[in-house]
């Protein structure tokens, strides 16, 4: 990559840290005993479908999911654009796009398909795709290049272990005759990663390896980022509750005001009540009056 992509890079792709790895983060930030919990947990689960001790062995620079994309000066143009529709070539779909989207610098594979709930099936496919348009660097490591291209279906079992020099060419021939003679005499096709087992140019142990590479990232990976989530469900409380405040004080200034009114009322009442008493009063003393005289 060269340094001026890189600069662009700096200055037009957001580069925030992904959703797994603040989740490391996380796990790693907890005391020894509960990684070591968690560490057994996830080995026992791995040991069902993987070779523990070829798992180790592996380096996670080797991981697909851990290659980081990177545009080429023609696609950082387009990411320069904002995607701008009409400044983006027919070669391009919404979903090649949405992928741009998504690159940063340092996000790796496994986060671009996390952000968009793609398995790593699908985010090999599109990388590929856009590296052949030019829009994205071509793969400079080799053995992760023939990873991609064997997950994203461009190249077959038997290629993919012919570039990563597990089998010769010639061993490759052989394998593909003794397939043909095999589906000529029973008339069923024989899967390839077996014979190359019968024909003992492959054992067991790498064959369901390199199977299980394709076939187990088809599932997809889905970890939730729910930050912007619950600061939205914040927002809406904290609106509410403003609005509820707002209505509060209304409250309050109309019970001041009734308050008020009920004050003056009873006052009224009161002088109503002094004055029917003092007419009470006065009509008694007249009707004493008044009986007196006659």
Known sequence: MSQNVMIKMQTAVCSSSSVIDRLLNYVM????????????????????????????????????????????????????????????????????????????????????CNDNKW??????KLLVEIIERGYMESIENTAIANKIYYIAGRIRLGEYLLRMNKLSLEQIDRALVTQRQIQNNIGEPTRIGELLVNLGFINDSDKDE???????????????????SLKKEIDKLTSSLESLRFENEGIKQDLMFYQDELIEKSKTIANLESTIQEKETKKNIFSRIFCFSQ
């Open 29 to 112: 930030a907890q005391p020894d005993w509960v990684k070591t919990y968690i560490y057994h947990n996830l080995r026992n689960n791995l040991k069902r479908n993987f070779d523990i001790e070829k798992l180790d062995q592996n380096n996670e620079n080797d991981l697909v999911q851990m290659y980081v994309p990177t545009p080429s000066a023609t696609g950082m143009k387009i990411i320069q654009r904002k995607f701008n529709r009409s400044a983006i070539s027919f070669d391009l779909n919404e979903i090649h796009i949405k992928f741009m989207k998504s690159v940063g610098i340092n996000k790796k594979l496994i986060d671009i």
């Open 119 to 124: 398995s790593l099936v699908d985010g090999c």
């Open 210 to 228: 390199i199977l299980q590479l394709k076939e187990r990232s088809t599932e997809v990976c889905s970890i939730e980022d729910q930050t912007e």
